[in-house]
């Protein structure tokens, strides 16, 4: 598996595991733990998760699937904005670790900016580094305007990632977010790799993909690892995605192939103001 360094050094896989809409149905419980499993053993210990994601079921479904193997994982989990203040972040968190059945999470993002001032989520981020039940602390959603704002913050040069949309058909971030991440050392992890599946029925995707002998979905996936530090974490239901996302990262598009996307997916020549789904 591929990894790329936090800003720590700390090494995690540039290819993890979404969970947005798991452990909602019964019936579909144990394919999604084999594929959560399944993912881990293929190299995929990056877990994704977030306490607003089946209102804490995708939480309870990370934690069934990863016991006996948290050493192993990195799980990245994301409280509410309305949650995230000092006052009550750390009952959100210990909320989360109850579900995820562990004793810290690895990385703790605010999911999207909301009412509570940054410094006072910073405060809270703190005491929960402090009490050792995060090791790293980050945010998802912001543009370049809420990342300056936050990193002249005391402590905020601190934050760990940011977490955003980005795929073929999202390539906002490409104009100014993403190089202003690079300049500051900030990973990006890439949400909705595969825009939730809308990507596959296009007819360039496809005519690549039969020249790889793989999936539209292997080539959107492929498409967005081409970048060499960034973290992609689609979410898979079942073994057979979860093998298929990690083949993905083995296929190596061409300049003739990255410009025929370039043309149907045209890289932004403005400032676009940051998508969120
Ligand atoms: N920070 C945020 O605000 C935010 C927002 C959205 C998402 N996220 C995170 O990012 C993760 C990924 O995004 P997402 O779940 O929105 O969408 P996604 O990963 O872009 O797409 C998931 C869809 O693609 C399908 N799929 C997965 N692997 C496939 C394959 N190999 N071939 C064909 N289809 C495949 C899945 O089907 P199956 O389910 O049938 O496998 C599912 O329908 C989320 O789960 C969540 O953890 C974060």
Same mark, same amino acid.
């Given at each position: 598996?591929?990894?790329?360094?936090?800003?720590?050094?700390? =090494?995690?896989?540039?290819?993890?595991?979404?969970?947005?809409?798991?452990?909602?149905?019964?019936? $579909?419980?144990?394919?999604?733990?084999?594929?959560?499993?399944?993912?881990?053993?293929?190299? #995929?210990?990056?877990?994704?998760?977030?306490? #607003?994601?089946?209102?804490?079921?995708?939480?309870?479904?990370?934690?069934? &699937?990863?016991?006996?193997?948290?050493?192993? %994982?990195?799980?990245?989990?994301?409280?509410?904005?309305? $949650?995230? !203040?000092?006052? +009550?972040?750390?009952?959100?968190?210990?909320? !989360?670790?109850?579900?995820?059945?562990?004793?810290?999470?690895?990385?703790?993002?605010?999911?999207?900016?909301?009412?509570?001032?940054?410094?006072? %989520?910073? &405060?809270?981020?703190?005491?929960?580094?402090?009490?050792?039940?995060?090791?790293?602390?980050?945010?998802?959603?912001?543009?370049?305007?809420? #990342?300056?704002?936050?990193? +002249?913050?005391?402590?905020?040069?601190?934050?760990?990632?940011?977490?955003?949309?980005?795929?073929?058909?999202?390539?906002?971030?490409?104009?100014?977010?993403?190089?202003?991440?690079?300049?500051?050392?900030?990973?990006? #992890?890439?949400?909705?790799?595969?825009?939730?599946?809308?990507?596959?029925?296009?007819? =360039?995707?496809?005519?690549?993909?039969?020249?790889? !002998?793989? !999936?539209?979905?292997?080539?959107?996936?492929?498409?967005?690892? +081409?970048?060499?530090?960034?973290?992609?974490?689609?979410?898979?239901?079942?073994?057979?995605?979860?093998?298929?996302?990690?083949?993905?990262?083995?296929?190596?598009?061409?300049?003739?192939?990255?410009?025929?996307?370039?043309?149907?997916?045209?890289?932004? $020549?403005?400032?676009?103001?940051?998508?969120?789904?």
């Amino acid at each position: 598996m591929r990894t790329t360094r936090l800003p720590s050094g700390r =090494e995690v896989p540039v290819l993890g595991q979404g969970t947005w809409g798991l452990g909602e149905r019964p019936e $579909n419980r144990q394919n999604e733990i084999d594929a959560l499993r399944f993912g881990i053993d293929i190299g #995929m210990t990056l877990i994704d998760t977030a306490e #607003m994601y089946g209102d804490g079921a995708a939480e309870a479904l990370i934690g069934k &699937a990863i016991e006996g193997r948290r050493e192993q %994982t990195f799980i990245v989990d994301k409280v509410l904005p309305h $949650n995230a !203040s000092r006052k +009550r972040m750390v009952e959100a968190c210990e909320n !989360s670790l109850r579900r995820l059945n562990t004793d810290r999470i690895d990385l703790y993002l605010l999911h999207w900016r909301g009412g509570v001032p940054l410094a006072d %989520t910073l &405060a809270g981020f703190d005491d929960l580094l402090g009490a050792g039940k995060i090791r790293y602390w980050g945010v998802s959603n912001f543009d370049v305007p809420d #990342m300056e704002q936050l990193i +002249r913050l005391s402590g905020g040069d601190a934050v760990t990632s940011n977490q955003v949309l980005y795929n073929l058909s999202r390539r906002g971030v490409e104009y100014d977010l993403m190089p202003w991440c690079e300049r500051h050392r900030i990973p990006i #992890m890439a949400y909705s790799p595969l825009e939730q599946g809308r990507l596959m029925k296009n007819p =360039e995707l496809r005519r690549i993909a039969d020249e790889h !002998s793989a !999936s539209p979905a292997q080539i959107a996936l492929a498409w967005v690892l +081409r970048k060499e530090h960034l973290t992609a974490i689609p979410k898979a239901s079942s073994p057979g995605h979860a093998k298929q996302n990690r083949v993905a990262l083995d296929i190596h598009l061409t300049p003739d192939q990255l410009a025929a996307l370039d043309r149907v997916f045209p890289p932004p $020549n403005h400032k676009m103001p940051l998508e969120m789904i």
